[in-house]
């Protein structure tokens, strides 16, 4: 017999994409179920109608307790966890200050796994069930990260962030290293359980255009992997590219001329875009991966989520740990928010959801598996608890639909907001099933 587990609580579904589609694209039931079986949702419906069709389920009745996808977090550096919060620098110096010196420890596997263990047991309370993560330039840093989400069953993608200048000498890798590290990486780990690699050169100021090309061959014989960079986050990076790059029309071209644009890339921050950049991200189907926390904490500027959206772009959502500022997808959906009001725009709660969990599978290129409540999909899933602090309650008590319930979480709510997180339908209160 399958094991069968029926959750019970408030659901919200996604039919579409409520930036195309509108916001009627959401369904809210107050009392609704989302059936599992062997790990996958089977059904979705009224709480009482899947009871009936289902009399033998395990039930577990979360009460007002909002059921979502897992939040999924497109773009993020779990080695950057303990530097999470340093005061004090722009890009540039805030890499050179924090966040080089840390990564340096990862050449030391016990370290590389303490670190792991600790970033996804705090992602997972935060109810973040998949990461996009940059590692280090050791290899050892990327198993400790492929290890620990295979531990905890996760659907994780990673890869060994590649630099050959402009980083400290025990930092850097060349263009061959690079390109043979990342291919024996993605051999051992892509596809494995739920595990994805992702071709990784950090950004165009730690590249030579050698490693950009090599890393683009390797991209062009796996173009199943996805590839994640850094693209156009502060204006003094952007002019420094230009200087390295002369022959380049703008930063994005340093990655196009060299095979790095293509359907499966992913582009961290893209805030200071040229019309040309934009145009070309939409034509070769890159995604954008928006850090609203980090652009505002290392003050690199406001992300033009309307703009963007509106021409079609593919775009999804992220932490950027640890040049961001919280672990939460609560609070990163509450900095887009802000951000995207400071360039005049109101992002409805069902817009900044969807950004959390569909729109960052499909920047992913996984929205056929993850980050929607639909038969088929994998059931990893996130409770929220719309009341988890007094000021929290007394705001969402007096709301009048699903909406103003939720925003209320979405802008003060944080890890005491999540009630209950399940990989693949299980509990992690249960421990991991693998
Ligand atoms: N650009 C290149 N590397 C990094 C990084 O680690 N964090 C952020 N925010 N931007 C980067
Ligand atoms: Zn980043």
Redesign the pocket.
Known sequence: MAEEILLIGQTLCFDGDPFHDGIETARHDARGGVLVRDGIIAEIGTADDLRQAHPAAEVVDYGEGLILPGFIDAHL?YP?TAIIASWGKR?ID??NTY?FPEEIAFSDPAHAREIAARFFDISLANGTTTVAS?CTIHSESVEAFFEEAQKRGLRAVGGK?CMDRNAPDALRDTAQSAYDDSRALLERWHGVDRLCYAITP??A??STREQLEALGALWGEHPECPMQT?LS?QTD?VAWVSGLFPEARDYLDTYERAGLLGPGGLY??AIHLSDRERGALKEHEGALVH?PT?NTF?G?GLFDMDGLTREGQIVGLAT?T???SSFSMLRTMAAAYEVAQLRGRALHPAELLWLATAGSARALRMNDRIGRLAPGYEADLVVLDLGSTPAIAQRSSRASDVWEAVFPTIMMGDDRAVRDVRIMGRSVEQGFAV
């Open positions: 550096h950057q890009l805030w890499l966040t940059y962030t950090r950004f100021p730690t850094h986050e990076e961290g921050h850090c980090s290392i690199s950027d640890g040049g961001g």
